[in-house]
């Protein structure tokens, strides 16, 4: 009999590993998992042909990032179906609740004292303003520090707080419509695109989703919507998806061709919200 020594002399021995303490980043998409799980969530997958928009994007000296692209595109598809733009709310008595705007939530991937993290940056009503300027606003929040973020500050003003505290605080965010829209928007955007290839279904407690893939070379984009179940049917998201690829190869498009000649766009200073 083979007697094994050395590293297998430990193995029925107690395993100890290392407390670490969660950063406030961590801490708040703890939060938003807690303020996601009883969301009832389904989602419906397309490819998007955005032939025409990528041949406008290549020529753009400075391109516009797709989140920006994404974000603008729903907010204009949302303009014109308000479903896109309503809440489920259940104080003081369950009910939707139809904001005037769309109210977009990216998600922002930064590194904070060393650890990856992903911040919500909330950007109000893309669709009034310009490509552009939706652009710089993303890529403040990407760049800036924390304490010039608004959405940001916000956010981790409450992650600090006691977890009743917190939870008495969401639970409020959550149940009115117009905390609601405040704390979650209207839509989120989110992708892992800049890494590679790969479908994300991903969890907000906002009342829907989109996540975008790579381009693909047939000149696609897979486009994931998530929506909440209770707001409305699939019928209409595969209206909205298709009106969304619509309006990336029109209206989206027709907008970076004129920002060619557009002068640069001025520095993003923050807004207290």
Known sequence: M???????GNLSGTMRGTVRKISMPRRLVADLMHASIKIPFVSLRRPLNVRPLLEVRALAAQPPGW???FVKAFSLVAKDEP???TLYAKWPWPSFYELPRSIAMVAIARVEDGQD???????????TVSLIDVDAQI????????SEV???RKMLRVTRLPLPLRRFMWLVGL?????????CGSFGVTSVAAYGAGELHALSPGPFILSYGVVEPNQTIDVVIRWDHRITDAALIAKALTRLEQVLNTEIAAEL??????????PVRAVAT
């Open 117 to 127: 993290c992903v911040l919500p940056q909330k950007v109000p009503a893309a669709d």
């Open 83 to 85: 479903v896109l733009r």
């Open 67 to 69: 989140a920006a692209i």
């Open 175 to 183: 149940n009115f419509g117009r905390q609601r829209a405040n704390w």
């Open 139 to 146: 890529r403040h929040a990407k760049d800036a520090p924390i």
């Open 150 to 152: 608004p959405t940001f």
């Open 257 to 266: 061709r004129g920002a060619r000649q557009q002068p640069e766009p001025k």
């Open 2 to 8: 083979i007697r094994l020594a050395g590293c297998c």
